[in-house]
């Protein structure tokens, strides 16, 4: 079964930094993009990052760019972003997903909470 494991939540400061991981297992990283949503109450789910595991070439909101980034560890089916600089905006339930081929899987979402 694949399963998709988002970790690293938690409650942080504005201006703070926070690192999340989604770890994948039942597949292996192959010609799929990984990315980052979130979604806060009563909004809909944002695309945040996404990482092409063959090249990792990356896309980021506007709203995220140089603030956060994407990372692949391929050998441990490990997806991280790195969260710097972060807003109470930032505050949503962060969740991962993996698209390869016509198949997308998504896994449970952490909660970040930023405080002013």
């Known amino acids: 079964e694949v399963q998709l494991q988002a970790s690293g939540g938690g409650l942080v400061q504005a201006g703070g930094s926070l690192r999340l991981s989604c770890a994948v297992s039942?597949?292996?990283?192959?010609?799929?993009?990984i990315a980052w949503f979130r979604q806060a109450p009563g909004k809909e789910r944002e695309g945040v990052a996404c990482?092409?595991?063959?090249?990792?070439?990356?896309v980021y909101s506007d709203s995220v760019k140089g603030r956060f980034t994407i990372a692949s560890d391929n050998a441990k089916n490990t997806v991280y972003l790195q969260m710097n600089s972060v807003k109470p905006e930032d505050t949503a339930v962060y969740s991962c997903a993996v698209f390869q081929g016509p198949t997308t899987y998504w896994g449970q979402g952490t909660q970040v909470t930023v405080s002013s």
């Open positions: 039942g597949l292996t990283f192959g010609n799929s993009a």
């Open positions: 990482i092409v595991s063959d090249n990792d070439d990356t």
